[in-house]
Protein backbone atom coordinates (compact mmCIF):
# COMPACT_ATOMS: atom_id res chain seq x y z
CA UNK A 1 0.00 0.00 0.00
CA UNK A 2 1.09 3.19 -0.93
CA UNK A 3 1.39 5.87 1.90
CA UNK A 4 2.69 9.07 0.17
CA UNK A 5 2.66 12.82 1.95
CA UNK A 6 2.98 15.66 0.58
CA UNK A 7 3.39 19.01 2.64
CA UNK A 8 4.57 22.43 2.88
CA UNK A 9 7.20 24.44 5.30
CA UNK A 10 5.09 26.01 7.40
CA UNK A 11 5.65 30.20 8.21
CA UNK A 12 8.90 30.67 9.98
CA UNK A 13 10.76 34.27 10.49
CA UNK A 14 12.50 35.64 7.93
CA UNK A 15 15.87 34.66 10.27
CA UNK A 16 15.39 31.63 10.62
CA UNK A 17 14.57 30.97 7.07
CA UNK A 18 17.51 32.48 5.72
CA UNK A 19 19.62 30.51 8.60
CA UNK A 20 18.36 27.09 6.86
CA UNK A 21 18.59 28.26 3.14
CA UNK A 22 22.25 29.57 3.72
CA UNK A 23 22.82 26.51 5.57
CA UNK A 24 21.39 24.38 3.19
CA UNK A 25 23.38 26.22 0.12
CA UNK A 26 26.19 26.54 1.73
CA UNK A 27 26.88 22.47 2.12
CA UNK A 28 25.61 22.17 -1.37
CA UNK A 29 28.63 24.41 -2.57
CA UNK A 30 31.20 22.71 -0.84
CA UNK A 31 30.38 19.02 -1.90
CA UNK A 32 30.03 20.84 -5.27
CA UNK A 33 33.84 22.95 -4.98
CA UNK A 34 35.26 19.79 -4.29
CA UNK A 35 33.57 17.75 -7.33
CA UNK A 36 35.75 20.67 -9.39
CA UNK A 37 39.39 19.79 -7.87
CA UNK A 38 41.41 17.68 -9.35
CA UNK A 39 43.19 14.85 -6.85
CA UNK A 40 46.94 15.04 -6.96
CA UNK A 41 47.49 10.85 -7.55
CA UNK A 42 48.70 9.51 -10.56
CA UNK A 43 46.31 6.98 -11.54
CA UNK A 44 47.31 3.05 -12.85
CA UNK A 45 47.13 3.22 -15.95
CA UNK A 46 48.26 0.22 -16.76
CA UNK A 47 46.30 -1.95 -14.38
CA UNK A 48 43.06 0.00 -15.83
CA UNK A 49 43.57 -0.63 -19.33
CA UNK A 50 44.41 -4.19 -18.46
CA UNK A 51 40.78 -4.32 -16.72
CA UNK A 52 39.26 -2.59 -19.07
CA UNK A 53 39.88 -5.52 -21.64
CA UNK A 54 39.16 -8.15 -19.46
CA UNK A 55 35.51 -6.52 -19.09
CA UNK A 56 35.23 -5.85 -22.66
CA UNK A 57 36.08 -9.17 -23.21
CA UNK A 58 33.30 -10.23 -20.44
CA UNK A 59 31.02 -8.10 -22.20
CA UNK A 60 31.46 -10.13 -25.63
CA UNK A 61 30.87 -13.46 -23.37
CA UNK A 62 27.58 -12.37 -22.40
CA UNK A 63 26.02 -10.84 -25.79
CA UNK A 64 26.89 -7.09 -25.82
CA UNK A 65 27.34 -7.26 -29.85
CA UNK A 66 29.27 -4.22 -31.51
CA UNK A 67 25.89 -2.91 -33.41
CA UNK A 68 23.77 -3.06 -30.08
CA UNK A 69 25.44 -2.72 -27.24
CA UNK A 70 26.27 0.23 -25.19
CA UNK A 71 27.73 0.70 -21.75
CA UNK A 72 27.70 3.93 -19.15
CA UNK A 73 30.60 3.82 -16.45
CA UNK A 74 28.74 5.17 -13.14
CA UNK A 75 30.34 7.45 -10.37
CA UNK A 76 32.54 4.85 -8.57
CA UNK A 77 31.63 4.74 -4.73
CA UNK A 78 32.68 5.08 -1.30
CA UNK A 79 31.37 2.08 1.03
CA UNK A 80 29.16 4.50 2.58
CA UNK A 81 27.47 5.00 -0.96
CA UNK A 82 28.88 8.43 -1.36
CA UNK A 83 30.95 9.29 -4.19
CA UNK A 84 34.27 11.53 -4.16
CA UNK A 85 36.69 12.60 -6.43
CA UNK A 86 38.70 9.77 -7.16
CA UNK A 87 35.88 7.76 -7.65
CA UNK A 88 35.41 10.31 -10.48
CA UNK A 89 38.44 10.10 -12.20
CA UNK A 90 38.43 6.50 -11.76
CA UNK A 91 35.27 6.58 -13.53
CA UNK A 92 36.59 8.92 -16.61
CA UNK A 93 39.27 6.48 -16.94
CA UNK A 94 37.73 3.75 -17.37
CA UNK A 95 35.14 5.29 -19.80
CA UNK A 96 37.94 6.72 -22.08
CA UNK A 97 39.35 3.60 -22.17
CA UNK A 98 37.04 1.27 -23.02
CA UNK A 99 36.09 3.55 -25.65
CA UNK A 100 39.55 3.81 -26.83
CA UNK A 101 40.00 -0.22 -27.29
CA UNK A 102 36.41 -1.12 -28.36
CA UNK A 103 35.28 1.36 -31.04
CA UNK A 104 32.07 -1.13 -32.20
CA UNK A 105 30.76 -0.45 -28.81
CA UNK A 106 29.24 2.60 -27.62
CA UNK A 107 30.75 4.13 -24.84
CA UNK A 108 28.18 6.98 -23.09
CA UNK A 109 29.64 10.25 -22.95
CA UNK A 110 30.33 10.29 -19.31
CA UNK A 111 29.38 14.47 -19.39
CA UNK A 112 25.75 13.02 -20.22
CA UNK A 113 25.66 11.54 -17.23
CA UNK A 114 26.92 14.46 -15.41
CA UNK A 115 23.94 16.82 -16.74
CA UNK A 116 21.48 14.16 -15.94
CA UNK A 117 22.20 13.89 -12.01
CA UNK A 118 22.46 17.98 -12.12
CA UNK A 119 19.04 17.85 -13.37
CA UNK A 120 17.67 15.50 -11.25
CA UNK A 121 19.73 16.28 -8.52
CA UNK A 122 19.64 12.95 -6.88
CA UNK A 123 22.43 11.62 -4.33
CA UNK A 124 25.02 9.03 -5.08
CA UNK A 125 24.09 7.62 -1.72
CA UNK A 126 20.65 6.73 -3.77
CA UNK A 127 22.34 4.91 -6.76
CA UNK A 128 24.49 2.18 -5.49
CA UNK A 129 21.85 -0.44 -4.97
CA UNK A 130 21.93 -2.75 -8.28
CA UNK A 131 18.38 -2.04 -9.26
CA UNK A 132 19.27 2.02 -9.07
CA UNK A 133 22.28 1.07 -11.29
CA UNK A 134 20.08 -0.68 -13.86
CA UNK A 135 17.56 2.06 -13.62
CA UNK A 136 20.04 4.73 -14.21
CA UNK A 137 21.59 3.00 -17.59
CA UNK A 138 18.29 2.70 -18.88
CA UNK A 139 17.60 6.18 -18.41
CA UNK A 140 20.63 6.97 -20.62
CA UNK A 141 20.14 4.53 -23.22
CA UNK A 142 22.51 2.35 -21.95
CA UNK A 143 22.26 -1.56 -22.28
CA UNK A 144 24.89 -1.83 -19.54
CA UNK A 145 26.61 -0.26 -16.82
CA UNK A 146 29.92 -0.67 -15.34
CA UNK A 147 29.88 0.80 -11.68
CA UNK A 148 32.74 0.77 -9.12
CA UNK A 149 33.83 1.20 -5.47
CA UNK A 150 36.84 2.20 -3.82
CA UNK A 151 37.81 1.77 -0.30
CA UNK A 152 40.80 3.51 1.59
CA UNK A 153 43.26 1.02 2.93
CA UNK A 154 45.92 3.02 4.79
CA UNK A 155 48.14 4.58 1.89
CA UNK A 156 46.54 2.57 -1.03
CA UNK A 157 43.30 2.36 -2.41
CA UNK A 158 41.30 -0.88 -2.85
CA UNK A 159 39.01 -0.49 -6.53
CA UNK A 160 36.42 -3.34 -7.34
CA UNK A 161 34.16 -2.94 -10.98
CA UNK A 162 31.36 -5.16 -12.07
CA UNK A 163 29.15 -4.84 -15.64
CA UNK A 164 25.56 -5.13 -14.98
CA UNK A 165 23.08 -5.57 -17.36
CA UNK A 166 20.11 -2.89 -17.21
CA UNK A 167 17.23 -4.97 -18.84
CA UNK A 168 18.43 -8.67 -17.72
CA UNK A 169 19.50 -9.67 -13.98
CA UNK A 170 22.81 -10.54 -15.11
CA UNK A 171 26.50 -9.35 -13.98
CA UNK A 172 29.96 -9.83 -14.95
CA UNK A 173 32.35 -11.21 -11.88
CA UNK A 174 33.71 -8.61 -9.89
CA UNK A 175 37.23 -7.65 -10.69
CA UNK A 176 39.48 -5.54 -8.70
CA UNK A 177 43.09 -3.95 -7.65
CA UNK A 178 44.80 -1.73 -6.11
CA UNK A 179 47.08 1.05 -5.93
CA UNK A 180 49.24 3.52 -4.40
CA UNK A 181 47.75 6.92 -2.91
CA UNK A 182 49.18 8.72 0.36
CA UNK A 183 46.70 11.21 0.07
CA UNK A 184 43.15 8.51 0.07
CA UNK A 185 41.73 10.02 2.85
CA UNK A 186 41.39 13.55 1.31
CA UNK A 187 41.07 12.05 -2.03
CA UNK A 188 37.95 9.56 -1.26
CA UNK A 189 35.86 12.21 0.75
CA UNK A 190 32.52 11.93 0.05
CA UNK A 191 31.54 14.66 -2.53
CA UNK A 192 28.13 14.97 -4.66
CA UNK A 193 27.46 15.77 -7.85
CA UNK A 194 25.71 18.62 -8.77
CA UNK A 195 25.75 22.32 -7.93
CA UNK A 196 24.18 23.88 -5.08
CA UNK A 197 22.15 26.35 -7.15
CA UNK A 198 18.94 25.77 -8.66
CA UNK A 199 18.87 26.56 -12.79
CA UNK A 200 16.81 29.18 -12.99
CA UNK A 201 13.74 29.03 -15.32
CA UNK A 202 13.57 30.00 -18.65
CA UNK A 203 9.96 31.64 -18.15
CA UNK A 204 10.41 35.39 -18.88
CA UNK A 205 6.24 35.51 -17.54
CA UNK A 206 7.11 34.32 -14.11
CA UNK A 207 7.99 38.09 -12.13
CA UNK A 208 10.40 38.29 -8.71
CA UNK A 209 8.31 36.30 -6.71
CA UNK A 210 8.23 36.24 -2.70
CA UNK A 211 9.18 33.37 -0.52
CA UNK A 212 6.50 31.79 2.30
CA UNK A 213 7.61 32.71 5.71
CA UNK A 214 9.36 36.16 4.75
CA UNK A 215 8.28 39.78 5.11
CA UNK A 216 4.90 38.70 6.41
CA UNK A 217 4.31 36.47 3.51
CA UNK A 218 2.20 33.58 4.60
CA UNK A 219 2.28 29.68 3.73
CA UNK A 220 -0.27 28.95 1.15
CA UNK A 221 -2.78 25.61 2.08
CA UNK A 222 -3.58 22.83 0.21
CA UNK A 223 -7.48 22.76 -1.30
CA UNK A 224 -6.85 19.68 -3.82
CA UNK A 225 -3.98 18.13 -3.04
CA UNK A 226 -4.02 13.93 -4.38
CA UNK A 227 -0.65 12.13 -3.80
CA UNK A 228 1.36 11.41 -6.58
CA UNK A 229 1.66 8.19 -8.04
CA UNK A 230 4.39 5.60 -7.48
CA UNK A 231 6.23 4.08 -10.22
CA UNK A 232 6.36 0.93 -11.34
CA UNK A 233 10.42 0.65 -11.38
CA UNK A 234 10.45 2.00 -7.32
CA UNK A 235 7.54 -0.15 -6.10
CA UNK A 236 9.63 -3.38 -8.07
CA UNK A 237 13.12 -1.97 -6.33
CA UNK A 238 10.92 -0.77 -2.93
CA UNK A 239 12.64 2.49 -2.89
CA UNK A 240 10.78 4.41 0.04
CA UNK A 241 12.58 8.09 -0.46
CA UNK A 242 11.43 12.39 -0.63
CA UNK A 243 11.31 14.64 -2.93
CA UNK A 244 12.18 18.12 -2.40
CA UNK A 245 10.17 20.78 -4.51
CA UNK A 246 10.51 24.24 -5.11
CA UNK A 247 7.44 25.66 -6.21
CA UNK A 248 5.79 28.80 -7.34
CA UNK A 249 2.03 29.27 -6.52
CA UNK A 250 0.36 31.92 -8.07
CA UNK A 251 -2.23 34.43 -6.20
CA UNK A 252 -5.15 32.29 -7.89
CA UNK A 253 -3.63 28.92 -6.07
CA UNK A 254 -2.78 27.55 -9.17
CA UNK A 255 0.71 25.23 -9.58
CA UNK A 256 3.43 28.35 -11.49
CA UNK A 257 6.51 26.42 -11.44
CA UNK A 258 8.41 23.95 -9.59
CA UNK A 259 11.52 22.64 -9.46
CA UNK A 260 13.45 19.44 -8.26
CA UNK A 261 15.92 20.86 -5.06
CA UNK A 262 16.67 16.98 -3.84
CA UNK A 263 15.49 14.39 -5.78
CA UNK A 264 15.37 10.67 -5.80
CA UNK A 265 15.79 7.53 -8.96
CA UNK A 266 12.57 5.62 -10.12
CA UNK A 267 10.81 8.44 -12.00
CA UNK A 268 9.60 9.52 -8.83
CA UNK A 269 10.92 13.42 -9.16
CA UNK A 270 8.72 13.29 -12.50
CA UNK A 271 5.70 11.68 -10.49
CA UNK A 272 5.98 14.43 -7.92
CA UNK A 273 6.20 16.91 -10.13
CA UNK A 274 3.16 15.81 -12.05
CA UNK A 275 0.87 15.68 -8.98
CA UNK A 276 2.11 18.97 -7.70
CA UNK A 277 1.24 20.66 -11.31
CA UNK A 278 -2.36 19.98 -10.50
CA UNK A 279 -2.50 21.07 -6.99
CA UNK A 280 -4.90 23.78 -6.17
CA UNK A 281 -3.82 25.80 -3.06
CA UNK A 282 -5.32 28.21 -0.93
CA UNK A 283 -2.95 31.06 -2.24
CA UNK A 284 -0.92 32.95 0.16
CA UNK A 285 -1.70 36.36 1.36
CA UNK A 286 0.52 39.50 2.58
CA UNK A 287 -1.30 42.24 4.46
CA UNK A 288 -4.68 40.39 3.96
CA UNK A 289 -4.24 40.11 0.14
CA UNK A 290 -3.50 37.22 -2.14
CA UNK A 291 -0.03 36.94 -3.78
CA UNK A 292 2.46 34.71 -5.73
CA UNK A 293 5.00 33.07 -3.29
CA UNK A 294 7.45 30.38 -3.70
CA UNK A 295 7.33 27.81 -0.99
CA UNK A 296 9.20 24.31 -0.84
CA UNK A 297 7.12 21.28 -0.82
CA UNK A 298 8.34 17.33 0.12
CA UNK A 299 6.54 14.93 -1.74
CA UNK A 300 7.30 11.91 0.65
CA UNK A 301 6.67 8.18 -1.24
CA UNK A 302 6.49 5.52 1.14
CA UNK A 303 5.60 1.63 1.09
CA UNK A 304 4.06 -0.44 3.57
Not at 97 to 104: D, G, T, V, Y
Amino acid sequence: MLHSRLMTKRNRSRSAWRMAASAFLALLGAAYSHSQETSSVTLPEIEIRTLANRILQEAGKLDCKPEDCSILVANFTLPSGATSQLGIQLADAFSNQLASQQKAIQVIERSRLQTYLEQERIPATLLNSEKAIRWLGKQLGATAVLSGTTEGQGASVRVQVTLRWCEKERAGPVEEFSFPDPDSNTDLNPIDSFPKTVPSSNSSSIPLVLRAGVGGVTSPGCSYCPQPNYTNPAREAKFNGTVLLQVTVSEAGSTVESKVIRGVPFGLNEAAMNAVRDWKFKPATREGEPVTCMVMIEATFRLH
